[in-house]
């Protein structure tokens, strides 16, 4: 059995590593254990993740998910790489731990789909496909995400409205009814947010409501835009581990801002793309998946 650490941050990276985890145990043909966890169950955003992580995998998922007491390994590894080049010398039953599983990615020899399988995403995407959306009825549907509350305003991850204004109108120019919401947050982390200290403001997005899209700011639950993002015809992501978890599942058109390791094939460069026009093969093709 494969176990990892649960992180102690935000809830975008400490799914991206359960996720990953998920998909390096399937890749190397292991049972996954589960996720040895921090004490913290608020992450640094003020979310509590096992009530987050009943509603992404299923009610009462948390039990089984995350292991106390901590198990007694047999093996431990720094990494996935170190992982698969002793995967021979496992024994069955054997209990294995690996802190951090997003280095799967360095393994270029290897396809995508040999971790992330069919079987595997079809499992992770049933909880949430049968959960109301907002989406309007009978037009396209594109789910954005802004990463922008935890960033100061000259973050290099804080990519410029005007990136996405430029994606956007490609992805109009194929779909012009296209229904588009917007979510991102104006809260930074939880000590920020305890001394008053703020870097957005619900102004920052007006330029997106001009365009007729729908913003939300700071829902109750980070459930809602993940459901979202994950079923949306067009998913336009950020640089963010919380854009990754919903992109992996969405198995229409991923359209990211130029920072993945790996990104999954299909996904479209949306910085590459701003630079062609919009009746471009890339483009045509990962919207054609979203029909």
């Known amino acids: 059995r494969l176990f990892v650490a649960e992180h102690g941050d935000g809830a975008g990276h400490r799914m991206k590593n359960i996720l990953d985890g998920m998909a390096v145990a ?35 998922a948390t039990e089984s998910l995350f292991i106390q007491p901590k198990p007694e390994f047999q093996l431990s590894f720094n990494s996935v790489p170190e992982l698969e080049k002793r995967r021979d010398e496992l024994e069955p039953g054997s209990y294995v731990f690996v802190p951090s599983a997003n280095e799967w990615t360095s393994n270029r020899q290897v396809e995508v789909s040999d971790y992330y399988s069919k079987e595997l995403l079809a499992l992770l ?24 509350g935890d960033l100061h305003r000259g973050d290099a991850r804080a ?5 996405y204004y430029e994606v956007l109108e490609h992805v109009k120019h194929h779909l012009p009814n296209a229904d588009i919401h917007v979510w991102s947050s104006i809260q930074s982390y939880s000590a920020e947010v305890e001394q008053g200290k703020r870097h957005w403001n619900s102004s920052d997005f007006d330029g997106f409501r001009q365009r007729g899209m729908t913003v939300h700011l700071d829902g109750e639950s980070l459930l809602e835009p993940w459901v979202h993002m994950s079923r949306a015809d067009v998913f ?56």
């Open 125 to 148: 995407r049933l909880p949430m496909s049968s959960r109301p959306t907002l989406f309007a009825v009978n037009r396209p549907s594109v789910a954005v995400h802004l990463r922008r």
């Open 159 to 163: 990519t410029k409205n005007e990136y």
């Open 26 to 60: 399937q890749r190397n043909k292991m049972n996954f254990g589960g996720t040895v966890p921090v004490g913290n169950i608020v992450t640094e955003h003020g979310h509590n993740f096992r009530t987050l992580a009943d509603g992404f995998f299923g009610t009462g």
């Open 236 to 291: 336009v992501s950020s640089v963010s581990s919380f854009s990754y978890v919903p992109s992996v599942l969405n198995q229409h058109c991923v359209i990211f801002a130029g920072s993945l390791d790996r990104p999954f094939p299909g996904w479209v460069n949306g910085l590459e793309e701003i630079k062609k026009s919009p009746d471009n093969d890339a483009m045509r093709n990962c919207l054609a998946r979203g029909k």
